[in-house]
């Protein structure tokens, strides 16, 4: 595809779910990618099926010195890296109330910090190069007020605010860096198996069964954003089921 072809993406949350799909979408339309996850065995199944195009480090968006490594690592497997996906996530979702105190710690750490550690790996290259494309995984509960999950949807709103912030910034600064929140709605992914049992759980397990979408559908919104010309920027992508309120 047009725009796609030796393109060097990489892309963090890889091990399963959107970063799977896309990986396999963008690599099948002759970008290469670079996979990041904690689960090393789940990459290496994934690289060994994608083959040539597709190389993997076991890395944790929580901690920068390993976002540093991943940076380093794409360009030693493919001398450049043209877009970042920080897919990365988690949704322990619960009422403040309930003062899961560790939840709220992670998902800052994931979901915030994460998208800022790989952010700053490859945005010095990104910035000598005047040129590269940042993809973020926010969520439609970072367009709204979801009670229930009140962390989980300010971090997401957070992914939002940071990077329209940070796309202004570019086209003030003459960067010519790309950016795209993409805001996917209930997806087949395994989100909620972090949750813990409850009656709650099993009635999100049945929604998402039911009327959720195929990750696919959002790995077909990333490659539309990357494959459009370098002057074209797709800054926010709504992906939802047409029965979703």
Known sequence: MKNIENKVVIITGASSGIGEETAKLLAENGAKVVLSARREDRLKKLADEIGENAVYLK?????????????????????????????????????????????????????????????????????????????????????????????????????????????????????RIRTTTIYPGAVKTELLNILPPSEEKEGWEEYYRQNGLDASSIANAVLYAVSQPDNVDVSDMIIRPTGEV
Do not use: C
């Not at 920068?64 to 380093?72: I, T």
């Not at 996530?89 to 709220?104: E, F, N, Y």
């Not at 989980?152 to 912030?165: I, N």
């Open 59 to 175: 890395s944790d968006v929580a901690n920068p010195d390993d976002m540093k490594a991943l940076v380093s690592f794409a360009k030693e497997k493919f001398g450049k890296v043209d877009v970042l996906f920080a897919n990365a996530g988690i949704m322990p979702g619960s009422s403040v109330s309930a003062l899961r105190v560790d939840d709220w710690m992670d998902m800052i750490d994931i979901n915030i910090k994460g998208v800022l550690h790989s952010m700053a790996a490859v945005l010095p290259d990104f910035l000598a190069q005047k040129g590269g494309h940042v993809i973020v995984t926010s969520s439609v509960a970072g367009t709204r007020v979801i009670p229930g999950n009140a962390v989980y949807s300010g971090t997401k709103h957070f992914v939002r605010v940071f990077l329209d912030a940070f796309r202004t910034e570019s086209v003030q600064e003459g960067t």
